[in-house]
């Protein structure tokens, strides 16, 4: 299908920068997910590779080709929006159909994009229908038809799923997940929910405050976060990021030390997954009092207070009978990992 | 932007300005034109008064021989009592029917939106005798009554729309915390259609303001003209003097054209927020 | 007892989708305050309060003196006997109406004249608010306040003024005209336009267009305002260029709209052209009767003007004449046009 390129891509309003120098090479056929806070740029550099934004700077390319100059509808992308945007006054046929008609295609060729993209989104029983009387989740699978009519070199998606509820929500990640498997386009897709980012993404690119802080695949960012930013955004529960002191190579936290590791001066925060972490004999590793205790069935997320007034949270078995004023020791899981951050929050390669 | 789009872009614009010109330039001219002496006026209408030319003489006429300033008068309380009445009474009415569950609700609602429909204008025969009935001919009172009956379907069901779709919630705390109903209407409901006053008050306002059925019908006296009546009359008296005829459109015109440039930005806001769809 | 929450999504934009309202206002009443158990209606006084007023002063200034016009046209003076009892006449009045010359010519030269006045209203005044509308309700349009505030004047201003002005400057006396016509090379074409018989009605009428643009202006705007704004990305996206957006996309929905406006010219075109007509022709609406409407017979009528006498009767006919009229419009409307644009939600 085709190949997205983006150089050196900046956006300013009046003066004011919103994405400073954004840089990105998607492949063919890969699925990579925009994911950051509000705010943070992802839909604006959407737009830009849209066409519905300009560019201050930069360039964006596809299949080789400089697009930025060019008009939406000759950039060979196709957009799936937050509200899907259908159009209220055409049942679902004429909406899946209706840019290939302007355009003066012949309606053979219509007809058959049309019923094909229905067939795959399983919107044959409502072709006829309008917007208004279909749910959420069906007008949601024609936006997406058609984007799949148009067929497009680049499927644009902008925070398709946050109009839908949670269950419906997790249905259709699966299903925009089989479409990408079935069509095998290259897609970019934008969300502010970090799991939809995992469970979608080829490759995450992770943006705050217009600028990418890191771009790898989802198991990537979740073993060897840059900074402690996107090692505080990927992972749910939140990666703990406690503050530490070095002393003589031993880390110390909360006046203890808890590693035989030689461990780097420069360390300033320790990161550690909470589901990375289990309970351990009394007295050693961490130890400090339950503040609360969130019993979910299966699993058991537990707030610990450490001396030093620190929170550690931790995800443990379902079966931990814990209560708020227990005392509690965690250390680290076999396959846990420390992640080590210097005082500006980058990464310290571990030894 | 593509060379195309600015070449159409300066055609709509130039679509724009001439019927920007073909709007103002009625207006401007007379406003130029009630500043020149007679000749002035005559042998060249299009110039700037000049030194020759400028003459206030159409002033002085309008000031000293009619009672502009009473008419003015006169619009500004109708105008002002009639649209004051509608905004009050129309929000009344629509937060009773949009907030209260009774009996007849839905009839009343309707009967009171029957009137959007309907001009008022008809029933002017029945009108004028119980105007004269009440004793009321003559009286600035009778057409505050006529216009406020004339604008109230509107004004109702424009709020009660609006009142709609505002939650309950706040009113609903605001009896919790033991306000009786006509404090909560007073101090939560009103402050809250403030977005659609301005939809109402120019749908109510123009109408009344620009009237001349009903002054001339209802209160024809000297006492009691409208500005628009007033206008009319001085019109048909000097309908020869033109300096003084252009001189009072002017002076009709002035007041409301300032108020509306003044005002303009929230009048049309107004309008498009939360205005009618269709 | 459960209280259902009035969802977000209903909107004042939606008003005039559906019937009149009515049903927006049946659907509210279900959800409101329900008495307390052992609390009538009747007890809960400040919901009167709140309606009397409106309902009084609506009932007898507007309502009342509607029916009562359309009762006195079923009823006459015997000897035409001012403060005499008036006497139920049936339907005679309706035979003079339209069994007498005098009375049956001008309402036919007044029904026809309005006519024109409506269907020119319509084709052009309409179209022209929607061109500008469309033009202004673009995104990157610079200026487009003040072309608003521009538009708007000629509506705001008293309809005696406009009468007035353009008279001056279609006078052959003052120049203006004839001399710009000149200056275009079509001096030949001008006329006293108002004082001729054959073009007084098509003048009046385009001073009134040119005066009421801006309220289809500001309906048509506020409308196209409306059309969601990711539904004109995604039809830029589909190809579609500035004037094809408004073709295919934004005019389809405000259909509603224009069904409105329609209505409400009409409604307008009825009853609201006396003012400029009588202030610029006078109460005969002359030149013989050419620009004679609806609006100026019916206060004829009543009212009487210079040698024509008044007959209340008569003139309360008239105005039941003029009530079918706007009925059978408005009927038409609701039944016919409403009914089948259904709304986009």
Avoid at chain 1, 211 to 217: A, K, L, N
Avoid at chain 3, 169 to 175: A, F, K
Wanted: glycine share 10%.
């Amino acid at each position: 299908m085709a190949t997205l390129e983006l150089n050196g891509v900046v956006k300013r309003f009046d003066d004011t920068p919103i994405i400073h120098g954004a840089d990105l090479s998607v492949g063919d056929g890969e699925l990579v997910v925009f994911v950051g806070p509000s705010g943070c740029g992802k839909s604006t550099l959407l737009r830009m590779i849209a066409g519905l934004e300009t560019l201050s700077d930069g360039q964006v390319v596809i299949n080789g080709e400089r697009i930025d100059h060019r008009p939406p509808s000759e950039r060979g992308i196709a957009m799936v929006f937050q509200s899907y945007a259908l159009y209220p006054h055409k049942d679902v046929r004429g909406n899946l159909g209706f840019a290939l008609k302007h355009a003066g295609v012949d309606k053979i060729e219509i007809a058959r994009r049309v019923d094909e993209a229905a067939a795959i989104l399983g919107l044959e029983s409502m072709m006829e229908r309008r917007p208004r009387e279909l749910s959420g989740g069906q007008r949601q699978r024609v936006a997406i038809g058609r984007a799949i009519v148009r067929e497009p070199d680049v499927f644009l998606f902008d925070e398709p799923l946050s109009n839908l509820d949670a269950a419906l929500r997790v249905h259709m990640r699966v299903e925009i997940l089989k479409l990408h498997q079935r069509l095998g386009a290259t897609m970019v897709y934008v969300t502010h929910d970090q799991v939809e980012a995992m469970t979608l993404a080829d490759r995450i690119v992770v943006l705050r405050a217009g600028r990418i802080e890191q771009i790898g695949s989802p198991l990537q960012l979740y073993r060897e976060p840059d900074n402690t930013f996107v090692a505080g955004f990927i992972g749910s529960p939140a990666m703990n990021l406690l503050d530490v002191t070095v002393d003589q190579g031993r880390l110390q936290l909360a006046g203890q030390p808890i590693d035989e590791i030689d461990t780097p001066p420069e360390a300033s925060t320790l990161g550690l997954r909470p589901e990375h972490l289990r309970v351990c004999d009394a007295g050693t590793g961490l130890t400090g009092q339950v503040v609360v205790a969130e019993h979910l069935g299966g699993e058991a997320i537990v707030h610990l207070a450490l001396p030093d007034g620190q929170v550690v949270v931790a995800k443990l078995d379902g079966d931990a009978e814990l209560r708020p004023g227990d005392a509690l020791s965690l250390t680290l899981r076999d396959n846990g990992a420390r992640h080590l951050f210097d005082v500006k929050g980058l990464r310290l390669r571990t030894p | 932007m593509t060379s195309g789009q600015r070449l159409s872009s300066t055609a709509l614009h130039a679509i724009l300005i001439a019927w920007s010109v073909l709007a103002l330039f009625p207006l401007v001219l007379i406003v130029i034109n009630s500043w020149k002496s007679r000749g002035g006026i005559f042998r060249e209408p299009l110039a700037l008064p000049g030194a020759e030319t400028f003459s206030a003489k159409g002033y002085a006429a309008v000031l000293t021989n009619s009672d502009f300033p009473l008419f003015f008068g006169n619009s500004l309380i109708v105008t002002g009592v009639s649209l004051l009445l509608i905004l009050l009474f129309g929000a009344m009415a629509a937060h009773a029917l949009s907030e209260y569950r009774f009996r007849g609700n839905t009839l009343l609602g309707l009967y009171l939106i029957l009137g959007i429909m309907v001009p008022i204008r008809i029933g002017t025969v029945a009108l004028l005798e119980l105007i004269v009935d009440l004793n009321l001919a003559n009286t600035l009172t009778a057409l505050i009554l006529v216009y406020t009956a004339q604008g109230l379907p509107i004004a109702v069901f424009i709020f009660s729309e609006f009142l709609r779709s505002v939650s309950r919630e706040i009113k609903d705390s605001a009896r919790i915390d033991g306000l009786s109903e006509y404090r909560i209407f007073f101090e939560v409901v009103v402050p809250l259609v403030r977005p659609v006053i301005a939809t109402v008050a120019v749908f109510s306002m123009i109408p009344i303001w620009n009237d001349l059925w009903f002054p001339l019908i209802l209160s024809p006296g000297e006492d009691t003209r409208t500005v628009t009546l007033g206008v009319q009359q001085f019109i048909g008296q000097y309908n020869v003097d033109w300096g003084a005829v252009l001189a009072a459109l002017s002076v009709a015109i002035l007041p409301v054209l300032v108020m509306y440039v003044v005002f303009s930005r929230q009048l049309i806001r107004g309008i498009t927020a939360g205005a009618v769809k269709g | 007892m459960r209280r259902r929450t009035w969802t977000a999504g209903t909107s004042p934009s939606d008003a005039f989708q559906g019937e009149a309202g009515a049903v927006a206002l049946v659907s509210a009443s279900r959800d409101a305050v329900r008495p307390a158990p052992g609390e009538r209606a009747a007890s809960r006084h400040y919901i009167w309060v709140f309606l009397a007023p409106a309902t009084l002063i609506y009932t007898v200034f507007a309502i009342y003196p509607i029916v009562e016009s359309l009762r006195l046209s079923l009823f006459d003076r015997p000897d035409g006997v001012v403060g005499g009892t008036d006497a139920f006449v049936g339907l005679a009045n309706y035979a003079r109406l339209f069994g007498e010359p005098y009375w049956v010519d001008q309402f036919t030269n007044a029904f026809a004249n309005n006519l024109v006045l409506f269907v020119m209203h319509l084709l052009i005044q309409n179209p022209i608010a929607l061109a500008l509308a469309a033009i202004l309700s673009t995104p990157t349009l610079r200026g487009a306040a003040t072309y608003r505030t521009i538009f708007f004047l000629p509506t705001l201003l008293s309809v005696v003024v406009v009468g007035f002005i353009w008279q001056l400057i279609l006078s052959p006396l003052w120049g203006i005209t004839p001399d710009a016509l000149a200056a275009i090379g079509l001096g030949d074409w001008f006329a006293p336009w108002l004082g001729l018989e054959s073009s007084a009605l098509t003048t009046i009428t385009l001073i009134s267009i040119w005066q009421y643009v801006g309220i289809p202006l500001m309906l048509f705007y506020a409308g196209l305002l409306n059309v969601p704004e990711e539904v004109i990305e995604a039809a830029r996206i589909d190809g579609l260029t500035g004037f094809w957006i408004f073709w295919k996309v934004k005019l389809p929905l405000i259909l509603p709209t224009l069904g409105l406006v329609t209505i409400l010219t009409y409604i307008g075109n009825f009853t609201a052209s006396f003012d400029l007509i009588y202030s610029v022709q006078g109460g005969l609406a002359g030149p013989d009767g050419s620009t004679d409407v609806m609006g100026t017979f019916l206060f004829r009528s009543f009212f009487g003007f210079q040698s024509q006498q008044g007959d209340i009767h008569m003139g309360a006919t008239v105005a039941s004449m003029l009530f079918v009229i706007i009925l059978v419009g408005v009927g038409a409307y609701l039944f016919g046009v409403q009914r089948r644009l259904r709304r986009y939600d």
